[in-house]
């Protein structure tokens, strides 16, 4: 046997390559090979972990963090996934216990139920086109299972929200979104098609009048479109299907970001208290009609 070494494309250590797993894949070929040292191969980090590796160029000045849930999946898609620089973790929300659990693949392959694969802080868009390719291929080959309860949530920031941003956003919360929440009520069926799910009271709720994104009320967190982190806008709604479909998801949400931006957040400073509340029904309104004109072409 040879004595060749390899490098685990998650922690980076070398080992005689025979002591790792090696995960190639028939349809892709034995170049594809890669490996997982024993330990990355099989151990998730805790529910919540951060993945703080930042990738990417500047390209349009936003960051985006993906949390990518699945009910199952194969060491060839942990190790493709790891390539894209993901962390897998324990989904607190699919597996209470937080305990691992082992079951075979539907195509035989050692697979970790209930994971959730963590995105780097990616620097633009660029990068996740190819990924997505590969996930949809990966799924589409019985390397990656997900059920209803699996989102693939999208945090999106400029600079960490780091001028207040946020605390703006939670201010006129609900004129914000209410608008935008109603073209999507009003059409559950592109809805489903175009974000990947539809609202539920677990994972990715409507908001009401009362959603107020206030830290201390736990529970606002699990309306689909999250503000109450600091540092970015999260949305929840968004379930992979393809990779085309969750590109189109990604690059409207980012245009609803930049949009906020744009006309509400960069001129909340400058204008008087009682006209916020008036920009930010006028910014709501944008969104809408951008959602509707979407709709209307699908
Ligand atoms: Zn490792």
């Known amino acids: ?20 797993v090696a995960t190639g894949c028939a349809n892709r070929g034995v170049n594809k090979r890669s490996f997982m040292c024993p330990e990355c191969a099989k151990t998730n980090e805790r529910y919540g972990a951060r993945n703080n590796k930042e990738v990417g160029g500047v390209e349009n000045g936003l960051r985006y963090g993906i949390e990518f849930e699945s009910t199952a999946s194969t060491e060839y898609f942990r190790n493709m996934m790891f390539r894209y620089d993901y962390i897998a973790t324990h989904d607190g929300s699919l597996n209470s216990t937080g305990e691992r659990r082992y079951t075979v693949g539907r195509n035989g392959w050692y697979t970790e139920s209930s994971c959730e694969y963590v995105s780097a802080t990616n620097k633009g868009l660029k990068r996740f086109a190819k990924q997505f390719l590969e996930i949809e291929k990966c799924h589409n080959e019985g390397h990656v299972e997900w059920d209803d309860s699996c989102g693939t949530h999208c945090h999106i920031s400029i600079n960490n929200m780091e001028n207040g941003e946020m605390s703006m956003i939670r201010a006129y919360y609900n004129s914000l979104f209410m608008p935008l929440q109603a073209v999507m009520t009003a059409n559950p069926v592109k809805t489903e098609e175009f974000f990947g799910r539809y609202f539920s009271y677990s994972f990715a709720r409507e908001i009401t009048e009362n959603t107020r994104m206030r830290e201390e009320d736990h529970d606002d967190r699990y309306a689909w479109i999250n503000a109450v982190h600091n540092s970015n806008i999260e949305f929840r709604l968004n379930k992979f299907r393809t990779a085309d479909q969750m590109l189109t998801c990604i690059k409207f949400e980012t245009w609803v970001v930049k949009t906020i931006l744009n006309n509400f957040t960069s001129k909340y400073n400058s204008i008087p208290r009682t006209e916020r509340k008036q920009l930010a029904v006028k910014t709501a309104n944008k969104l809408a009609k951008k959602l509707e004109s979407i709709y209307a072409e699908m």
């Open 1 to 20: 046997m040879s004595r060749k070494n390899a490098k685990c494309t998650r922690c980076g250590v070398i080992m005689v390559a025979a002591s790792m």
